[in-house]
T-cell receptor, first 115, second 115 residues
Framework: EPEVTQTPSHQVTQMGQEVILRCVPI?????FYWYRQILGQKVEFLVS????????KSEIFDDQFSVERPDGSNFTLKIRSTKLEDSAMYFC?????????????FGPGTRLTVT | AQSVAQPEDQVNVAEGNPLTVKCTYS??????LFWYVQYPNRGLQFLLK??????LVKGSYGFEAEFNKSQTSFHLKKPSALVSDSALYFC?????????????FGSGTRLQVQP
């Protein structure tokens, strides 16, 4: 069964450093998403991406964040200058087009620790 | 704004007994509703969805959920719990009428099935 994959599984970085989290969505999916879950809190939507542009973003997704689809398979989330409060589990998700597009399929997550 | 409430942090049930995990939602328009399950160190796994049609929807692993529009609820149920069902369960909603794809999640309910 096709899966969303994410690398790395755990990233430790120092405050102020840039990080790039990587995702490979399911191959025939066209909508891509990033969510995050701060420890002990809800899963929160960050951004959605379709047709090579951001289609929707939350208040959390400020200028420190950016997303990119650099090639036909990868989808990345960049945090330019990490803060302690960026420590969280980051989930990538993807969904198909049309009637199959309702559910989003999630990857295993990247745990980001900012020290 | 859309929101989801999962009033129970934890549900305990004996193996073989029926289980219910509660979810209520709030959207300005019509909802798409989802249940996801998270096992330790894994991503969010899609269980089932309500889009339209029958109020009782069936999903993976014998789970089902009942959509109740008047009570704005979407409780997850299973007739006979298994120890392997022990996990964290998330309810999520998407507002159909806004056209937004972002999912809003509840805080999660930990299901513990005792042998």
């Amino acid at each position: 069964e096709p899966e969303v994959t994410q690398t790395p599984s755990h990233q430790v970085t120092q405050m102020g450093q840039e990080v790039i989290l990587r995702c490979v969505p399911i191959s025939n999916h066209l909508y891509f998403y990033w969510y995050r879950q701060i420890l002990g809190q809800k899963v929160e939507f960050l951004v959605s991406f379709y047709n090579n542009e951001i289609s929707e973003k939350s208040e959390i997704f400020d200028d420190q964040f950016s997303v990119e689809r650099p090639d036909g398979s990868n989808f990345t989330l960049k945090i330019r200058s990490t803060k302690l409060e960026d420590s969280a589990m980051y989930f990538c998700a993807s969904s198909a087009l049309g009637q199959l597009s309702y559910e989003q399929y999630f990857g295993p997550g990247t745990r980001l620790t900012v020290t | 704004a859309q929101s989801v409430a999962q009033p129970e942090d934890q549900v305990n049930v004996a193996e073989g007994n029926p289980l219910t995990v509660k979810c209520t939602y709030s959207v300005s328009g019509n909802p798409y509703l989802f249940w996801y399950v998270q096992y330790p160190n894994r991503g969010l796994q899609f269980l089932l969805k309500y889009i339209t049609g029958d109020n009782l929807v069936k999903g993976s692993y014998g789970f089902e959920a009942e959509f109740n529009k008047s009570q704005t609820s979407f409780h997850l149920k299973k007739p006979s719990a298994l120890v392997s069902d022990s996990a964290l369960y998330f309810c999520a909603v998407r507002d159909v009428d806004t056209g937004r794809r972002a999912l809003t999640f509840g805080s999660g309910t930990r299901l513990q099935v005792q042998p």
